[in-house]
């Protein structure tokens, strides 16, 4: 919801500077006569380009997919902490757990993996899988290996408490997205109302999109709206966001 305010509120920005949507397209790769005006709808078209190719990392699909990694990975560090107890080597039981939950062109730690095959420094390596992927459990895993490498049961000990705290965290974070379900479900039903008021309009044979698009009255209100819209988009975003954080 923060990037589908973005959004509105960079369309909002575009709508009161003077010129139609295709100039303001245009205006990123083309210059005009008017250099203050084209810098801004520039501005204003890349921001909403940028929350575009964002916007699909906050879908259902997008949450789920890395909810599957997280858990993938915690299964990995506790399918590492049983082979270490078992007595393989770290470096060895590593790359072992990540081949029991990795899928055929998918690893949840890359250069890792390659790191324990090669004989590679695996704590640089896994955090920087932990940077590309934004997987705090992978830090969590260099900063235990970084002081147990020479101790196999001091790592199974430090991992093995790392994946409790892991599996606590997920439930905490079930029980919450069930309870911001509906505060989500309510903020994107009043930012669909004003489309239903124009399909509305539209359906009793009026004509608001002229109004809105053809007078600067239109223009002003459409703009306002918009922006009062993703107003309320990043503030309800904002408030769940911070839910999350505190838990």
Do not use: F, K, Y
């Not at 918009?226 to 999350?244: C, D, F, K, Q, S």
Request: with cysteine; hydrophobic share 50%; glycine share 12%.
């Amino acid at each position: 919801m923060l990037i589908w305010g973005a959004v509105a509120a960079a369309l909002a920005a575009c709508l009161i500077v003077p010129g139609s949507g295709a100039d303001v397209l245009r205006s990123a790769g083309a210059p005009r006569t008017h250099p203050r005006s084209s810098t801004w709808q520039a501005w204003c078209a890349g921001v909403a380009s940028r929350a575009a190719r964002r916007a699909g990392s906050l879908l259902p699909g997008a949450r789920r997919r890395r909810a599957a990694g997280h858990d993938r990975v915690i299964e990995a560090l506790g399918a590492l902490a049983s082979e270490v107890r078992a007595g393989q080597p770290i470096r060895r039981a590593w790359e072992r757990a990540l081949g029991s939950v990795s899928s055929e062109g998918s690893c949840v730690s890359p250069r890792s993996l390659a790191a324990t095959r090669w004989g590679g420094d695996v704590v640089a390596a896994l955090r920087e899988d932990s940077r590309d992927t934004h997987e705090p459990l992978l830090q969590g895993l260099a900063a235990c290996w970084s002081v147990s490498e020479g101790t196999g049961a001091g790592l199974a000990n430090a991992v093995e408490r790392l994946v409790e705290g892991a599996r606590s965290a997920a439930d905490v974070r079930v029980q919450l997205e069930a309870h911001l379900a509906a505060p989500r479900a309510t903020a994107r039903l009043l930012a669909t109302l004003p489309l239903l008021g124009l399909l509305l309009g539209l359906s009793l044979g009026g004509d608001p999109l002229s109004w809105l698009l053809g007078s600067p009255a239109g223009r002003a209100c459409l703009a306002a709206g918009l922006a009062l819209t993703g107003l309320g988009l990043w503030w309800t975003g904002r408030i769940a966001a911070r839910a999350e954080r505190l838990m």
